[in-house]
């Protein structure tokens, strides 16, 4: 129920927010609502990761002459993405057990719809 509440925050932030409106619920409620939601579901590490590879996003371009805005920004992209699937997979909320893991004689586990290696 409370990762229900986190992703109904996340929505109703994501929708109603705007940042140039004067007023107190769409201008400082709603996207206190997002952030408070993002950071609930994906923790702190995983909540700067996200925003550090947004902004990246945001501020790359590959047609770029700029190192930093080109080649720089882009491979910090790759890289909060891979933070990402590691933390995922730390807290356990990203299994890759099917994704290449070896039953020990060189062949790799069978999945079926019921999980791996079952």
């Not at 910090?76 to 057990?97: E, K, P, Q, S």
């Not at 039953?103 to 790799?108: A, I, K, R, W």
């Amino acid at each position: 129920m409370d990762k229900f509440l986190a992703i109904f925050a996340v929505a109703l932030g994501a929708v109603y927010s705007d940042f140039s409106s004067g007023d107190k619920v769409g201008g400082i409620l709603f996207p206190f609502l997002f952030v408070a939601g993002m950071a609930y579901l994906f923790w702190f590490k995983g909540l700067v990761a996200i925003i550090l590879g947004s902004a990246a996003a945001y501020h790359s371009d590959i047609t770029s002459t700029s190192i930093l805005q080109s080649i720089l920004f882009p491979l910090f992209i790759v890289i909060c993405f891979l933070y990402l699937l590691i933390w995922l997979h730390a807290v356990g909320l990203f299994d890759n057990d099917c994704l290449g893991s070896s039953d020990g004689d060189g062949g790799f586990m069978d999945c079926d719809g019921g999980g791996c290696g079952d």
